[in-house]
């Protein structure tokens, strides 16, 4: 891991408690150093974006009120340089075009990825903003 972690804000976007522990978890024992926030809905999301202000949120696309992907949107348009990687357990087509169309940076299968491709993508844009 880089020192340039220290700098780089997490957010986790997340209305399963469960699965979001266990990502803070992970994240926290790979990257020490990262500042992380958690949101349990959209209307917490954006309120917590504004203050919080992330480098990356990972958001899950099914969530109480405003959907991940609408939520997507919103955020790119008021924070173009917030990277968003949306998570489901939904692993489709449609589902992906729909997160690339709604301006996230990426997408992972809650299912099938690992926590090295969990680690990988925030090491990568760790040390993009490190740059």
Known sequence: MRQESGNFRVMLVEDNDSFRRSLAGLLISRFPSIFLGEASDGAE??????TFLPN????????????????????????????????????????RDAARASGAYGFLSKGSSTAEDIQELVEKLCEKYAA
């Open 45 to 50: 999301a954006i309120e917590k974006v504004e």
């Open 56 to 95: 990356l949120i990972f958001m899950d696309i099914k969530l109480p009120g405003q959907n991940g992907l609408e939520l997507t949107k919103t955020i790119k348009a008021l924070h173009p340089d917030i990277h968003v990687v949306m998570l489901t357990s939904y692993d489709s087509p449609e589902y």
